[in-house]
C-alpha cells in the first residue's frame, strides 16, 4: 500500500528548522498530519504512547520519522536505537534528516535501522527540492506493508 | 747526517780523481827529451816488467800524454827547443791534478838551473846530472816508484775504507730508522697495550669470578684470592674459611633461602644457581652477588666436593634498573603523549561536530527566513527591500560553504588517510558526472585516457580533483565555455595530473600564496568561493605524499597538476 494520511513524526528541537520544513512540506504538498517532537526523550515517550502520548487518537503512531541527530537529552541516535529494539515499530520508515554528514553517524544510523541519511540543505530552494524528491519516492512510488503497526 | 764517522781522504789524493788503476798494475813513467836516441837509452836503462815506459820528445808531447794518462813519475831533459824542462816543470806544478806527480830533471851541468831546481824543494822534484848513472837513475826511479805503488795502495785502501764506511753509515742509518720505527712502533704499541691492559684488568675486576670449594666430608671451605676481594674480607693464608664467614656476610633476610637452594643443589648432585645480597665487610656496601655451583660426586655416586663461583653483579644489576626505570619513563612518556594527542583529536572532533550541527543551524534559518519574508511580503517591501533580504540570504549561504569548507580543512589535517592504489580512469569520470557544480557549468571535459593509476585515498583524492576541476569550470570569462582537459603524465617515477582550463587565469605574481587558506585571487562578485578548495587540495595531497602546483601565464587558462606516488606494480 502507499502511504497517504499517515502520520509524520518530526523529531527537532531547533524552532527554526521546525518552522522552514513545515513550510518546505506544505509548499512541497506534502499534507500529513505532523507531529512534533522536540527532543529525544520526547520522540521515545510518544513512538512508546507514554506519558502525555498516552492518545493514539490524538498522536498516532507514525508511518514515517523525520530524526535529528544532535539532540537534547537523548541523541539521535540513542533513538533510532531504541526504536531499532521495539520489534512493534519496525515497519516504520526511519530518515536521519541533520546538519552534518559525520561518516561515524552515516554508519551508525544505517547499522541502526535508518533508511535514508539526508543533510538538512542550507537553502529553502534545496529544502523544497528535497522534500519533493521524497514525496515522489517515499509517497509516491515506494510500497509499503500492508499491515499497519498495531497502535 | 755527516757526523764523526766521516773520515776525509788522505789531503793529496783525489780519490775521485785517481787511477782505476790495481795494485799490480805496471806504473806509468813519462820520459821527456827532443833526442829519440835519449829516450831509447832511458828506455834501455828502466827497462822491467813493473814500468811502463812513455816517450815524449816535446813538451807539448808531454802535456798531452799528461792529459790522457796518469803517471807515477815524470823524467824530463830540460834542455828542449820550444818550451824547456823548467817551464814545463812549472806548468805541471800548476795543474792540480799533475802537481804531486814527482820529476827527474836531467841536467848536464852544474849551472844557474840548479838554483830554480833546488827552489822546488826535495822529494817532489830531484835532478840526475848528465851522463846518468844508470845504477842511481834505477835506484831513483825504483824509490818513485815504490812511493807511487804505497800511494796507489793507499787510494785503494782508502777507497775501500771509504765504500765500507759508507757502506755501514748507510747500514747505521737504516738501523737507525728501522730503530725509530721499532721505537715508535713499540710506544704505539705500549700505548695500546696499555689501553687494552687497562681495560682487561677493569673487565677483570669488573667481572671477576671469585672461586670456591667446599670439601662435603671433612667440611673445609677454601677461598680463592678473588673471592676474599668479593668479601671484602682479608685473604687467609691457605684461603681456608669457616661456613660463618660466607653466611655472615650474607644479609639475614636473603640466607634461608640462599641456604635452601644450596642444600638443594648437594642432595641433587646437580648445578645450582643462586642470587643474594652480602654486606661486603671491609666497606659496609650491599653487594648483589650471583652465585653458581656444581657438585662433584665420587665413584659411589655420593657427593664429595662442591665448587662454586660467586660473580659480583651489583653494577650489573644496578645499571639493569636505570635501563629498566629509563624505559618505563620513556614508555610512560609516550603513553602520555599519545593519551594527549588523542585527547586533541577527540576534542577537534567534538568541535567540528559542534561547528557542523551548531554554527549551520542559525545560518540556515538565516537563509529561510529572509526567503520566506521575501516570499510572503515581498510585494510589500519594494525592490530595495527585497534585494536586502537576497544580501542576507547570499551571506548567509556563503557563511554556511565557509563552515563546511572550514570543516573539511580541519579534517583533512588530522583524520586517517591510509593510500592505495587509484584508478583515476574510474574515478574521474564519477567526480565529472557527480558533483553538482561541474555538471551544472556544461563544461566541456576531455579525459585523455588511459590516465596512470596513483597511490593516495580515494575519499581526499575525490574531494581534491572535484575542488580542481569545481575552479576549472568556474572561473571562466563571462559567456565562455569553460573547456577543461584532463591529462595524465608519468614523471620520475611519480603520476602528474594535469587539470587545464581555457579560464581566467592565474598571475604568476599570485600563484605562490594561491595554495593558502582563505585565499583569494579574483573579486568576489563575479567568481564566488571561500578561499579554502586549494587549500584542502594542497593539504591532502601533501598527506598523502605528494605534491601540487599550477602553471598560468594569468590569461590563457591555468594548468593545475597533482602530483602522487605510482602504485608498486604487482609482480
Not at chain 1, 50 to 73: C, E, M, N
Not at chain 2, 44 to 66: F, H, K, N
Not at chain 2, 142 to 150: D, H, Q, S
Amino acid at each position: 500500500m502507499k502511504m497517504h494520511n499517515q502520520t509524520i513524526l518530526l523529531v527537532e528541537d531547533n524552532e527554526d528548522d521546525v518552522f522552514l520544513i513545515k513550510r518546505a512540506l506544505k509548499e512541497a504538498n506534502i499534507l500529513n498530519p505532523l507531529q512534533i517532537a522536540v527532543h529525544g526523550q520526547y520522540a521515545i515517550d510518544y513512538l512508546a504512547g507514554t506519558g502525555k502520548y498516552a492518545d493514539r487518537v490524538q498522536h498516532p503512531l507514525p508511518s514515517l520519522i523525520f530524526l535529528d541527530l544532535k539532540l537534547p537529552f537523548k541523541h539521535g541516535l540513542e533513538v533510532l536505537k531504541w526504536i531499532h529494539e521495539q520489534p512493534s515499530l519496525d515497519k516504520i520508515l526511519v530518515i536521519v534528516l541533520t546538519s552534518s554528514s559525520e561518516e561515524r553517524d552515516i554508519q551508525q544510523a544505517y547499522r541502526l535501522g535508518a533508511r535514508s541519511f539526508l543533510v538538512k540543505p542550507p537553502t529553502t530552494a534545496m529544502l523544497l527540492e528535497l522534500m519533493l524528491s521524497l514525496k515522489n519516492y517515499w509517497m509516491k512510488y515506494n510500497e509499503y506493508p500492508a499491515t499497519p503497526n498495531p497502535p | 747526517m755527516n757526523d764523526q764517522a766521516n773520515p776525509a781522504p788522505p789531503s793529496q789524493f783525489d780519490p775521485a780523481a785517481e787511477p782505476s788503476a790495481s795494485y799490480d798494475s805496471p806504473i806509468n813513467i813519462l820520459i821527456v827529451d827532443d833526442e829519440p836516441k835519449n829516450l831509447t837509452v832511458l828506455e834501455t836503462l828502466l827497462e822491467d816488467p813493473g814500468y811502463r815506459l812513455v816517450r815524449a820528445e816535446s813538451a807539448d808531447q808531454a802535456l798531452l800524454a799528461l792529459v790522457v794518462e796518469e803517471f807515477a813519475l815524470l823524467i824530463l831533459d830540460i834542455r828542449m827547443p820550444g818550451m824547456n824542462g823548467i817551464e814545463l816543470a812549472h806548468m805541471i806544478k800548476e795543474r792540480k791534478k799533475t802537481a804531486l806527480v814527482p820529476i827527474i830533471f836531467l841536467t848536464a851541468y852544474y849551472n844557474e838551473d840548479q838554483h830554480v831546481l833546488e827552489g822546488y824543494g826535495s822529494g817532489a822534484v830531484d835532478y840526475l846530472h848528465k851522463p846518468v848513472s844508470p845504477a842511481i837513475l834505477r835506484s831513483k826511479v825504483a824509490i818513485f816508484a815504490e812511493l807511487y805503488r804505497k800511494r796507489r795502495e793507499c787510494v785503494l785502501a782508502n777507497r775501500a775504507l771509504l765504500t765500507e764506511v759508507t757502506e755501514r753509515r748507510r747500514a747505521q742509518e737504516q738501523l737507525r730508522d728501522l730503530n725509530e720505527t721499532l721505537k715508535q712502533r713499540v710506544t704505539e704499541q705500549t700505548k695500546a697495550l696499555r689501553g687494552s691492559e687497562e681495560r682487561m684488568r677493569m673487565a677483570i675486576e669488573a667481572t671477576a669470578v671469585g672461586i670456591w670449594e667446599w670439601n662435603v666430608l671433612t667440611h673445609a671451605i677454601r677461598w680463592d684470592a678473588q673471592l676474599f676481594r668479593i668479601y671484602g674480607i682479608a685473604p687467609t693464608p691457605d684461603g681456608f674459611v669457616r661456613y660463618s664467614d660466607w653466611s655472615g656476610a650474607v644479609l639475614p633476610e636473603d640466607l634461608p633461602e640462599s641456604e635452601r637452594i644450596l642444600q638443594d643443589t648437594v642432595r641433587r648432585c646437580g648445578l645450582g644457581r643462586r642470587e643474594f645480597r652480602i654486606h661486603r665487610r671491609n666497606d659496609g656496601e650491599v653487594r648483589d652477588i650471583e652465585a653458581v655451583e656444581t657438585v662433584r660426586t665420587n665413584e659411589h655416586g655420593q657427593a664429595e666436593w662442591v665448587l662454586g663461583t660467586n660473580l659480583d653483579v651489583t653494577e650489573l644489576r644496578k645499571a639493569q634498573k636505570q635501563l629498566k626505570a629509563h624505559a618505563e619513563t620513556l614508555e610512560k612518556t609516550v603513553d602520555a603523549r599519545t593519551a594527549s594527542l588523542r585527547e586533541t583529536i577527540e576534542q577537534l572532533e567534538e568541535f567540528s561536530y559542534s561547528v557542523a550541527h551548531d554554527l549551520r543551524a542559525p545560518l540556515r534559518a538565516m537563509q529561510g527566513y529572509a526567503i520566506a519574508v521575501l516570499t510572503d511580503y515581498g510585494d510589500q517591501i519594494g525592490e530595495e527591500g527585497k534585494d536586502y533580504l537576497q544580501r542576507i540570504s547570499n551571506a548567509a549561504q556563503r557563511m554556511d560553504r565557509l563552515t563546511s569548507d572550514t570543516l573539511t580543512y580541519s579534517k583533512v589535517a588530522v583524520v586517517p588517510m591510509p593510500r592505495e592504489s587509484v584508478s583515476l580512469d574510474k574515478l574521474i569520470p564519477v567526480i565529472i558526472q557527480h558533483y553538482p557544480q561541474i555538471e551544472a557549468a556544461q563544461a566541456e571535459i576531455t579525459v585523455a585516457s588511459p590516465l596512470l593509476p596513483v597511490l593516495g585515498n580515494e575519499i581526499w583524492l575525490t574531494q581534491a580533483i572535484s575542488n580542481l576541476l569545481g575552479n576549472a569550470v568556474k572561473f571562466v570569462p563571462q559567456g565562455t565555455t569553460p573547456q577543461v582537459r584532463v591529462r595524465s603524465e608519468s614523471r620520475d617515477g611519480d603520476v602528474r595530473l594535469w587539470i587545464e582550463d581555457n579560464g581566467i587565469g592565474i598571475k604568476p605574481e599570485h600563484q605562490t600564496r594561491l595554495f593558502g587558506m582563505f585565499e583569494r585571487v579574483h573579486l568576489n562578485e563575479k567568481y564566488e568561493g571561500t578561499g579554502i578548495g586549494l587549500a584542502i587540495v594542497r593539504k591532502s595531497i601533501e598527506r598523502m605524499g605528494g605534491t601540487v602546483g599550477l602553471e598560468s601565464d594569468g590569461e590563457t587558462g591555468s594548468q593545475f597538476w597533482i602530483q602522487l606516488p605510482a602504485p608498486q606494480k604487482k609482480s
